[in-house]
Each structure stands twice: as C-alpha cells, then as structure tokens.
C-alpha cells in the first residue's frame, strides 16, 4: 500500500508538503497542490485511517459531485435525488466543482458517489469505485461492475426531431454542439447525423458550448453570413434560446425564417415567443433512479441494474411551420 512518502517522492516534494496538502492546511500553491493530487491518485492513495474505518462502519452521507447548481436541469435532478433521501436515514452532501471535491472523493469520505462533473477524470472514477464504494455517473460511459452509467436514452428524441424537421421539406439543416468533453452532445451530433446522412443530407456543426451566450454568437455568425439555413438543431435549451434571441435581434423569425429546435425542456423555453420545441426528459426520475440504485446497492450489495433515461420531442412554435 502506497504512503504519503511515496507519494513526496513521486510529487518531488517533502513529506510535511504532502500533508498539508491532502489534510487541507497550510499556505501551499496551487501547482504544487495539484502535483500532489495527481501523485495520489497515480499511486491510488487512500488514508490507513480512514481505510479502517470503512471496515467498521458507513458514514450513512452519500455524495454528489455537480459541476453546478445553476438553473433547473440540476436543481430537478437534485430534487429527484432529495425525495429518495428523505425516505432513507441517509444524509446528502452535495459537493460542487472545487478543490475540497476532488479531496473528498480521494479520501472516500462518504458511502457511495453520484458523478455529474467532466472535470473529475475517468481514471479517477475508475479507480475509486469498488465494492466499498459504489459510484453512479450521469454524464458518461464507464464498464466496471462498481459503476452504474445512468444516461438518457438521447438516439429517440433526436430521431423524431430529424423527421419532425425532413417531413416539413426542410433540408438545409445546421446542428450546434454542446462542451466538447460532454458526451450528451456527442451522441445527439451524432445520432442527429446519422439520420441525416440516411436521406444523403450533409449538416454542418458549429460549436457552442452549452450556454445562452455561445448560442447567441453561433447565430451571430451564421446569421452575418447570408447563408441561412431551413433549421437549427441545438444540443441543448440555453443555446436555443441565445439563438432565438440572436433570431429577434436580427430581425427574422422562427420558424418562418429558421426552425429551431433545443434539448431539455427547461422552463424558460416553454414561455418564449415562440415557445421553443425540444427533447425533454424526467429529470426528477433521472435523480431518483440514480439514488435508489446506489443506496441498494451500498445497503444490500445489489447489482446495478443498466438503465437508460428515456426521451421525448416535444414540438413547439419555434420548429412547427403548420403554426405560421
């Protein structure tokens, strides 16, 4: 079993600074803290102490690692994840993107682990879960028996908004993409393109990176261009509704001028004018299902059970020209 000696000499530093940094003391500086990080878990470091604790008893807290709180796709998640809670004698601690995050996980300071966070690395996740320590993940593909990958169901929705689009005799079709490093976004472009290329259409992909803002200057530009498009496929709401408002600001209108459909169902695109067409989900049941899962399994040791969210379109003003 590795030591904190071990790790010094991998981090090429003393003892002393190494526990500092993973007691979280002391005035250390950002790279060499993070030097030290990466030498733990290269080396898989877990604290002697709280490896005997685990034998002994649980902490009876599950963890979840959120990149943030903001608006209502988390907050309905967490809202599922919270129902479940409270039927449970299990305390929730809920842990945004910070350096205290990537701590705890290390230290495996609670009994099991949701993940919805890209910044916490796949080789990470993969070597934290155990038996001991089951993890759940919303954000991305991991095999390991100790690992659930709770995902939505992204192929249907994103099928059914394709032939919501070519049965309008709309074919000159543009897809804006989500954060590079999201896997959501990279399978809707895909799936998205697929079916595209099924009717020998090629579309073009802007990258955005799931904001209100990158939609809005995605627009910008294509908009600026003089080459408009028939519709827009948005990874995600927040960009739909930048670009929506890019739309109004340049003085076009959707669907009359461009189509436009995003992803998620958040509030805000239901009271738009026009309100926004998207793909939405149970997000409620998405945290729900994650929580249920994992506190069965921390509790009796049961196997997780693959699942996938379903999805559904939901055609609204901003795509159907049958509204015009």
Known sequence: MPTIRDIAK???????????????????????????????????????????????????????????????????????????????????????????????????QVDGAIVFDSKIGNKSILKLASQHFPIVVMDRPLKNDYILSLLLDNAPGVRDVFLHLYEQDLRKLYFIAGAKDSYDSKERMETFLSEAEKYDLEVPVYQGNFTEV????VAT????????????????????LGFLRAITDHNLRAPQDIALVGFDDIPPGRYTNPTISTVGTSRLEWGATAIRQLIDFVDNDTPFQSYRIPTRFIPRQSSTLDNT
């Open 214 to 217: 990158s939609g809005y200057e």
């Open 10 to 108: 991998r981090a090429g530093v003393s003892v002393t600074t190494v526990s500092y940094v993973l007691n979280d003391k002391g005035s250390i500086g950002e790279e060499t803290r993070q030097r030290v990080l990466k030498a733990a878990e290269e080396l898989n470091y877990h604290p002697n102490a709280f490896a005997r604790n685990l034998k002994k008893s649980k902490t009876h807290t599950i963890g979840v690692f959120i990149s943030r709180f903001g608006g209502s796709f988390y907050e309905e998640i967490l809202e599922g994840i919270h129902s479940v809670i409270l039927e449970t004698d299990y305390e929730l601690l809920v842990c945004p993107e910070s350096r205290s995050t990537r701590r705890m996980l290390l230290h495996r």
């Open 221 to 240: 530009e294509i908009i600026e261009s003089g080459d408009l498009p028939d519709a827009v496929f948005c990874a995600n709401d927040q960009m739909a």
